[in-house]
């Protein structure tokens, strides 16, 4: 397995924008989707979103939506995560992956060779 490079994280002021950048795509991995996730200090990892190559379709975690988007560079094996009003309950460390197209809110994935992630800080 290819590992993911996750950049673009940094520290914003609540109601802030970020954009995370992910050096890796389905294409890579010849996988029909890939999603970001995230862990925040003493919690489990969940899913936040992903996106469906072939036809564009987007999946959402209820908490994230209608602020983040998830979007995809094919031509530069890269995918996206626009971050608008932010919140600080969004601090967590972000990774990229791929991942069976969530389905009534389960989050699966079998990726193993997870990038270092890229750390979003979100202060009130």
């Known amino acids: 397995q290819v590992q993911p490079v996750e950049s673009g994280g940094g520290s914003v002021q609540a109601g802030g924008s970020l954009k995370l950048s992910c050096a890796a795509s389905?294409?890579?991995?010849?996988?029909?989707?890939m999603g970001w996730f995230r862990q925040a200090p003493g919690k489990e990892r969940e899913g936040v979103a992903a996106?469906?190559?072939?036809?564009?379709?987007?999946y959402y975690a209820d908490s994230v939506k209608g602020r983040f988007t998830i979007s995809q560079d094919n031509a530069k094996d890269t995918m996206y995560l626009q971050m608008n009003s932010l919140k600080p309950e969004d601090t967590a460390m972000y990774y990229c992956?791929?991942?069976?197209?969530?389905?009534?809110?389960?989050?699966?994935?079998?990726?193993?060779?997870w990038g270092q992630g890229t750390q979003l800080t979100v202060s009130s």
């Open positions: 996106i469906y190559t072939e036809g564009g379709t987007t």
């Open positions: 992956a791929p991942l069976d197209c969530p389905r009534r809110g389960i989050w699966r994935t079998d990726f193993r060779n």
């Open positions: 389905a294409y890579t991995y010849g996988s029909n989707c």
